[in-house]
């Protein structure tokens, strides 16, 4: 599952105390969650970027999940609020080259016309991402395709107000090298490239740096 929202200034600390020390605990603690890893924006801007790893698609419909959704915390009631312009890719994995995890990610979220153009957009997608995860500076190059889960509306979302936004495809590209996410951004993954593959409207870029990220074994 991947996540985009903006986060105020003035909530940036005790927000990030909270998504650490509880939320990703509180997660990871759910059977069927492996990893949690946030990244925010790589030069200080209000973005983050979260990634659960999962056992299975259907981990997101599970009691244990959705008792977790509809039961936050107070710290959480008190933070959720301030998740701002949320973004949610409930996925399957379509293709994953190298490593998840590195000091940059750079996202890219696209949309297609109907179940035939993703289809399409995802094929091309694919062979796209291949080279990739060998060039200096790149880690690792992955596709997702969003399938949101069959359940009602969660007291989470409920919290946040604003309806929560989704996207058909998304591309991760992870490295230790800035330069070389943007220049892979703009070459193989250029706008005109990714309208020609089928993707509609202007995809949404962006970069972001590692803030944390911990796996099931690491809460005990």
Known sequence: ????????????????????????????????????????????????????????????????????????????????????????????????????????????????????????????LREALACLPGQAGLTGAHLFRHEAPEIAQTTEQKIRKAPDQTVDAVVLLTGYDEAALRAAAAGHLNETALIALGAIGAPAVNLYTLSHSALRSDIG
């Open 1 to 124: 599952m991947a996540m985009w929202w903006n986060m105020a200034d003035s909530m940036r600390s005790e927000f990030e105390d909270w998504h650490t020390h509880e939320h990703f605990p509180e997660r990871l603690g759910v059977p069927g969650f492996l990893r949690s890893t946030r990244w925010t924006d790589a030069h200080g801007g209000a973005g983050v970027f979260v990634i659960y790893e999962l056992d299975t698609h259907a981990v997101l419909s599970s009691a244990a999940y959705l008792g977790r959704l509809n039961a936050p915390t107070p710290w959480s009631r008190k933070l959720m609020p301030y998740h701002q312009d949320m973004v949610r890719s409930q996925s399957h994995v379509l293709a994953t080259y190298g490593s998840l995890t590195a000091r940059h990610a750079l996202t890219v979220r696209l949309m297609a016309d109907g179940a035939r153009g993703v289809e399409r957009l995802c094929a091309g």
